[in-house]
């Protein structure tokens, strides 16, 4: 796999466990908001079992000018997300391969959107709606509900942003298990197959809301998900 190497220049803590590490993009390097790639962290000394790549959702959107990936760092973790916890820093090179994937709104088949995001599963989301939000679809509506057990929620600063420019979304941050099922039920039975379903998150999570939607009678051409293999 051949890796393009760009530069860290800035490290955010965006809840007691995750982090985003922004980048520069290299020149000539694209990619479409929603896409993953691997990434590579050169330099470290890892476990003999560990490797320096892992496949990372590019968080970033073209518009945002940077190549971002958020990252969860339990308390036990593996040797290369101590790297990036305690040891890599802004100026250190990165190396990223090329970026795969398709997962995306569909506006132009679907006027409804709900999306359905889990804990970390939330970095794709974000970078289509980075995406979005400069590049609105007149008359269609989106809901995003984005849940996480303990109520921390990364990008506070993006969320308010999206607001202010794109009024008509409809994003709920929801802390507890019951709204989280009961608004994605509400939402099918009120909007049934006029509406697109996107799921991110872990493949327990996917699972389970694909699964639920399917009850509910959702065709299943209408869901698509975004599966975080490794959690
Ligand atoms: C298409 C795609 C997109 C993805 N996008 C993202 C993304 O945007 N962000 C992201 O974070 N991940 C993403 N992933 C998952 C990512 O590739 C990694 O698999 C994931 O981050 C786990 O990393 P890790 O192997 O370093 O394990 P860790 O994150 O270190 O650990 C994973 C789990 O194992 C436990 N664990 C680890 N080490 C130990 C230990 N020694 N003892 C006990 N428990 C331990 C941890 O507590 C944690 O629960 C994506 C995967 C795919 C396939």
């Known amino acids: 796999m051949e890796f393009t190497t760009t530069h860290l220049t800035k490290i955010i803590k965006e809840t007691s466990d995750s982090y985003s590490y922004i980048m520069e993009i290299p020149d000539g390097f694209t990619w479409v908001a929603g896409q993953h790639a691997a990434w590579q962290i050169p330099g470290f000394e890892l476990d003999p079992e560990d490797r320096n790549t892992r496949v990372f959702t590019i968080a970033s959107a073209p518009e945002d000018g940077y190549l971002m990936f958020t990252t969860r760092i339990a308390e036990k973790h593996t040797s290369l997300k101590e790297v ?36 970390i599963g939330i970095t794709p989301i974000r970078s289509l709606l980075r995406h979005y939000m400069d590049h609105p679809s007149e008359g269609h509506a989106i809901t995003v509900l984005y849940s996480d057990d303990r109520g921390e929620f990364a990008y ?24 989280f099922t009961g608004d994605t039920d509400a939402y099918a039975r009120e909007h049934g197959e006029t509406a697109e379903y996107l799921i991110a998150g872990s493949p327990g999570m996917n699972k389970a809301f694909t699964e639920r939607l399917e009850k509910l009678g959702i065709p299943e051409g209408n869901i698509r998900t975004d599966v975080f293999l490794g959690y």
């Open 156 to 179: 506070p600063d993006f969320w308010e942003t999206l607001k202010k420019k794109v009024p008509s979304i409809d994003l709920r941050l929801i802390s507890e298990r019951d709204r």
């Open 84 to 119: 990036l916890l305690n040891k890599i820093r802004p100026g250190d090179p990165v190396g990223i391969a090329q970026p795969l994937g398709t997962f995306a709104l569909d506006p132009d088949h679907y006027r409804k959107t709900l999306i359905i995001a889990g804990g």
